[in-house]
């Protein structure tokens, strides 16, 4: 009695990009941290004067840096999200059709 399959034959290839242990990625977020901690550490003794509409404010540097550093991330993550759900109708519009 031989013992082949019956049905379609399944190929499994792996991604060459996912070889090595994952501390690649991990890089250049490490540099640019470094990066805004040292431009923050070197803006700690100046302020900054901001006027805006009818308000005017000063605020240290280093709390300005650091405030815009979380207002882009945010922002970033805001955009991130909205393709990704654009994406995902997308994809189940197409879905739909077959």
Same mark, same amino acid.
């Given at each position: 009695?031989?013992? %082949?399959?019956?049905?379609?034959?399944?190929?499994?290839?792996?991604?060459?990009?996912?070889?090595?242990?994952?501390?690649?990625?991990?890089?250049?977020?490490?540099?640019?941290?470094?990066?805004?901690?040292?431009?923050?550490?070197?803006? %700690?003794? =100046?302020?900054?004067?901001?006027?805006?509409?009818?308000?005017?404010?000063?605020?240290?540097?280093?709390?300005?840096?650091?405030?815009?550093?979380?207002?882009?991330?945010?922002?970033?993550?805001?955009?991130?999200?909205?393709?990704?759900?654009?994406?995902?109708?997308?994809?189940?519009?197409?879905?739909? =059709?077959?």
């Amino acid at each position: 009695m031989s013992s %082949t399959q019956d049905g379609p034959q399944v190929q499994v290839q792996r991604d060459s990009r996912s070889r090595g242990n994952g501390f690649g990625k991990l890089i250049a977020p490490a540099v640019v941290a470094i990066v805004i901690i040292v431009l923050i550490l070197q803006n %700690t003794q =100046e302020d900054w004067r901001f006027h805006f509409f009818f308000w005017w404010f000063s605020l240290p540097a280093a709390l300005m840096l650091a405030l815009l550093l979380v207002v882009g991330f945010l922002i970033g993550l805001l955009v991130a999200a909205l393709l990704r759900r654009r994406r995902r109708q997308h994809l189940r519009r197409k879905a739909a =059709e077959y």
